[in-house]
Structures are given as C-alpha cells and as structure tokens.
C-alpha cells in the first residue's frame, strides 16, 4: 500500500466500519418501548332515553318551500313535550315525539276540570315515530343518525344528528307543497246578516241542523238551522264576562266573541319555517303587537295547525296551553300594550268544553271539509267538520254552556223583541233555547264550522273589522 491514494481508501474503510459497529452496539442498548394502546371510550346508552323541555335537545331546522323559498330556525323542546329514543343495539332506531295531556285545572280559575290532548311539535301529531339509522362513532363516544319519514303530508328528513351521553343535536330538513294558492290572501270573520225573516245570507257560522224535536209549525216560520244562527249572532253576553272590560258594559254575540279572539287567519308566509303546518292569527288590532313580541307570535303561529292538505279536507288540530296564553291588546301605551285580562271564568268555560268536545281526536287531526267559493263578489273559506257528529259535538259544547246560564235567555227574548222579530218566530226561537239539550240530542249529526272572508290585506281593511267587531 505505498500508493497514497490507496492507503487514504483504506483507511476511509476501517472508520466507516468502526462506526457501523459503534451504531449497532448502541442500537442493542436502547430499550424498545410498546406502543401506547389508545383510550377506549364508552358509548352512551340511548334505549329508552327520554328528553325534555329544558334538556340538551336542539334542532336546527330548514324549511324548503314552495318557489325555492329556503327558511332556518331553530326549535326545542317544550313544557309537556318528549322526545324519546328506541334503539336496537345494531343500526336501527326510532326517535318518538310525544306531548303530554293539558290539564285544565292547572289554569287558574277555570271552573271546568278534566284533561284534553294537545297536539305535538306543530301539529304533527300527540305521538311521531320517526326513523333513523344509527352510526357508532367509537372514537369520540357518540352515534350520529340520519332518517326521512313523511308525516302529515310533509317530507321531513333528519342529517347531521349527533346523540351523546347527555345531549342530541340534530338538523331538521322540511319539504312541503305548494301552499301559494292562499298565501297572497288572509281571511277575516265572516260578518253576519239576514233578511226580515231571519234567513242569514252570511254568517262566522256554518250551520245545517235537522231535529224531529223541532215540530212543522216553528219550520214554517224559521228553519231550526236558521234559528240556530240567531242563537250564535244574537248579542246576549256582557262582554266584561269574557273579560273585555270597556267604559260601557255591552253585550256581544257569541259570533262576535269568536271573532274579537280569531278576527282572521292566514297560512304563514314568512314565519312558516318556524311553524309550516300552522295558521297565522291576524290580528285587526295591531300585528305590530305580534312581531314585537316574540313570544306572543310564536304562540299565534302554533296555536292552530293545519296538515295533510288535499283537494277539498286538511285537518286541524288546536293546542289548548296556546289558546290560554293567547292575548288582545286593548291599546298601545307610551309603556307598550294595554290588554284584556281574558282570564274570566265564562271564557274558561266556554274553551274548556269545547276542546273537552274535541278531544282526544284534536291531538291527531281532525279531519276538516272546505271549499274556497266566490259568493256575492266575495271569495270565502268555508271549512266544516267532515264528521257530522264531531261538529255537533262542538256545537253543542258552545250552545249548552252559553244557554246554561238563564240570563242569556232573557237577553235573548228582550234582544229579538228590541229588533223586531214577530211573535211566532219569537216563541220558536225562545222554545229552542229552553230545549236546547234535548232538542240536540236528537238529531244524528250536524254541519257546523265557521267562514271567513278571503282578503287582500290593508290597514283599510283592519280597521273596518276592527271597527265591526267594537262598534257595539
């Protein structure tokens, strides 16, 4: 190796051995260290969890509507409402909406005792079972679940759900159809009239009653239907009872009463992503009072609900807890709203009875006839119960606890001689109110609902409503 260069590649050798050797002997020193088994988490027991009003269950909704109109909101529980979970264990799963019955007693001062069903979230129904399929998520302890159901006539579908141990949030998707045909329009009371005879050429009621109680001779002079109308259109209630506490005590009919406390409705335009299966309250004095105050118009727009619509039925379905919160405003103040105290316990009464005549189909829908008809130039929403004896039901709830009281049949007769009514057509109508009970019980069934008029809405138009419904 006298050659320089090969002497140097020698010796490059030998170091680079020496160092693979000292490599491998600290290699052979360092400890080999298992790698650290990641954390288990525990999935949540969800079958039979029950949430409610005040629990971590929150939707988040949208609604598509009709004409590519998209809405968001937000919706959770209620007093009174649940919300259930079923789960196999596997894959599948049911989410359950149902409400609690509404116990009238828990209204102070109300006379009338007993339960009545409520509809739950937004009419759709006392019980929903809606559903999903679960998806374990083991890394971070959760399901989440999707699912599309129908209900109601409305497609619904839930994504992005997420159940844990102590919360579920998820994203409510609505379709509905095309609810344009009435949305341009709102539709006020009904006023009533009638010739010299006492035949109503309109009413806020719908009526076609037929009783063999009722003899040929009150026929001849006035139909019993016709004569049930004067008993509804009549003024023969002091309108302080009911709680309209004005400067001069007046008496008001019951159709009258009916319309100071639904003037008019229309189907939600705006506020239907919140509620899209409720009417909208209209109010002839002051909608401004309904959007400045959030918690009365949300109980405006899902106090009556109206689902599966088809060509000539929908069904209704009322939440009396709504009904009872629901205000009037008197006036406005330089401090906001004067309102009528309607806490009295003749409206208790006269509300109690009928949802206790509605129930318990109220909860689930009933089923409800009606037809949009031009009459006298005037477009009307006539809309009847489709079971004869439902509608009998109601009506007698609302004749039975007026008449009950023998002061509305003395304001009546001293009504009706007041205006003039001959003394035949006075003592059939004076019979029929001190038969009342019997002369309903036999009959097999009645059409009875309410008509509204369908309107362009203007504060023209308010104000004349307004001014018929207080005129008095």
């Given at each position: 190796?006298?050659?320089?260069?090969?002497?140097?590649?020698?010796?490059?050798?030998?170091?680079?051995?020496?160092?693979?050797?000292?490599?491998?002997?600290?290699?052979?020193?360092?400890?080999?260290?298992?790698?650290?088994?990641?954390?288990?988490?525990?999935?949540?027991?969800?079958?039979?969890?029950?949430?409610?009003?005040?629990?971590?269950?929150?939707?988040?909704?949208?609604?598509?509507?009709?004409?590519?109109?998209?809405?968001?909101?937000?919706?959770?529980?209620?007093?009174?409402?649940?919300?259930?979970?079923?789960?196999?264990?596997?894959?599948?799963?049911?989410?359950?909406?149902?409400?609690?019955?509404?116990?009238?007693?828990?209204?102070?001062?109300?006379?009338?005792?007993?339960?009545?069903?409520?509809?739950?979230?937004?009419?759709f129904?006392?019980?929903?079972?809606?559903?999903?399929?679960?998806?374990?998520?083991?890394?971070?302890?959760?399901?989440?679940?999707?699912?599309?159901?129908?209900?109601?006539?409305?497609?619904?579908?839930?994504?992005?759900?997420?159940?844990?141990?102590?919360?579920?949030?998820?994203?409510?998707?609505?379709?509905?159809?095309?609810?344009?045909?009435?949305?341009?329009?709102?539709?006020?009371?009904?006023?009533?009239?009638?010739?010299?005879?006492?035949?109503?050429?309109?009413?806020?009621?719908?009526?076609?009653?037929?009783?063999?109680?009722?003899?040929?001779?009150?026929?001849?002079?006035?139909?019993?239907?016709?004569?049930?109308?004067v008993?509804?259109?009549?003024?023969?209630?002091?309108?302080?009872?009911?709680?309209?506490?004005?400067?001069?005590?007046?008496?008001i009919?019951?159709?009258?009463?009916?319309?100071?406390?639904?003037p008019?409705?229309?189907f939600?335009?705006?506020?239907r992503?919140i509620?899209?299966?409720?009417?909208r309250?209209?109010?002839?004095?002051?909608?401004?009072?309904?959007?400045?105050?959030?918690?009365?118009?949300?109980?405006?727009?899902?106090?009556?609900?109206?689902?599966?619509?088809?060509?000539?039925?929908?069904?209704?379905?009322?939440?009396?807890?709504?009904v009872?919160?629901?205000?009037?405003?008197?006036?406005?103040?330089?401090?906001?709203?004067?309102?009528?105290?309607?806490?009295?316990?003749?409206?208790?009464?006269?509300?109690?009875?009928?949802?206790?005549?509605?129930?318990?189909?109220?909860?689930?829908?009933?089923?409800?006839?009606?037809?949009?008809?031009?009459?006298?130039?005037?477009?009307?929403?006539?809309?009847?119960?489709?079971?004869?004896?439902?509608?009998?039901?109601?009506?007698?709830?609302?004749?039975?606890?007026?008449f009950?009281?023998?002061?509305?049949?003395?304001?009546?007769?001293?009504?009706?001689?007041?205006?003039?009514?001959?003394?035949?057509?006075?003592?059939?109508?004076?019979?029929?109110?001190?038969?009342?009970?019997?002369?309903?019980?036999?009959?097999?069934?009645?059409?009875f609902?309410?008509?509204?008029?369908?309107?362009?809405?203007?504060?023209?138009?308010?104000?004349?409503?307004?001014?018929?419904?207080?005129?008095?």
């Amino acid at each position: 190796m006298k050659n320089p260069l090969q002497l140097s590649l020698f010796i490059g050798l030998c170091l680079l051995s020496c160092a693979c050797h000292e490599d491998k002997n600290n290699n052979e020193d360092v400890p080999i260290v298992p790698e650290k088994p990641g954390e288990v988490v525990e999935m949540p027991e969800i079958d039979g969890k029950i949430y409610n009003a005040g629990d971590n269950f929150v939707l988040y909704g949208t609604v598509y509507g009709s004409g590519g109109d998209i809405w968001d909101y937000d919706m959770n529980l209620e007093e009174g409402e649940h919300a259930q979970i079923s789960f196999d264990g596997e894959s599948k799963g049911i989410i359950k909406f149902y409400t609690d019955n509404f116990d009238l007693s828990s209204v102070e001062g109300n006379p009338v005792k007993g339960e009545v069903a409520r509809p739950s979230f937004v009419g759709f129904g006392q019980t929903i079972a809606f559903p999903v399929e679960f998806v374990p998520d083991s890394a971070k302890g959760q399901y989440k679940f999707s699912g599309e159901q129908i209900i109601s006539g409305v497609k619904i579908s839930v994504s992005d759900g997420v159940i844990s141990s102590d919360s579920l949030e998820a994203h409510i998707y609505t379709y509905f159809n095309d609810y344009s045909r009435m949305s341009d329009l709102y539709h006020m009371i009904d006023l009533p009239d009638h010739d010299d005879n006492y035949h109503y050429t309109s009413s806020m009621f719908v009526v076609d009653l037929h009783s063999p109680v009722y003899t040929k001779e009150f026929e001849e002079n006035i139909s019993l239907s016709d004569l049930i109308q004067v008993l509804l259109n009549v003024p023969i209630l002091k309108e302080s009872t009911y709680g309209f506490n004005r400067e001069i005590d007046r008496n008001i009919s019951i159709s009258t009463l009916w319309g100071r406390l639904i003037p008019g409705f229309g189907f939600p335009y705006t506020f239907r992503a919140i509620y899209p299966l409720s009417f909208r309250i209209i109010a002839v004095y002051g909608d401004e009072y309904l959007y400045n105050n959030a918690a009365t118009c949300l109980y405006s727009y899902n106090t009556f609900c109206a689902s599966d619509y088809k060509e000539s039925t929908y069904r209704l379905s009322i939440d009396p807890a709504k009904v009872f919160m629901l205000e009037i405003v008197k006036k406005k103040t330089a401090d906001g709203f004067e309102k009528y105290s309607l806490d009295t316990p003749a409206l208790y009464s006269l509300l109690s009875n009928i949802f206790l005549a509605l129930t318990p189909d109220n909860a689930e829908g009933i089923l409800m006839d009606y037809v949009d008809i031009k009459e006298n130039d005037e477009y009307k929403f006539k809309t009847t119960f489709s079971d004869r004896m439902k509608g009998l039901a109601v009506l007698k709830s609302i004749l039975l606890t007026i008449f009950s009281d023998s002061s509305a049949i003395e304001n009546l007769k001293n009504t009706l001689i007041k205006e003039g009514m001959d003394a035949k057509t006075l003592s059939a109508v004076i019979y029929v109110a001190e038969n009342l009970e019997n002369i309903l019980n036999n009959t097999s069934g009645a059409t009875f609902g309410w008509s509204y008029v369908s309107q362009y809405y203007n504060s023209n138009i308010r104000k004349y409503y307004y001014d018929k419904l207080y005129e008095q």
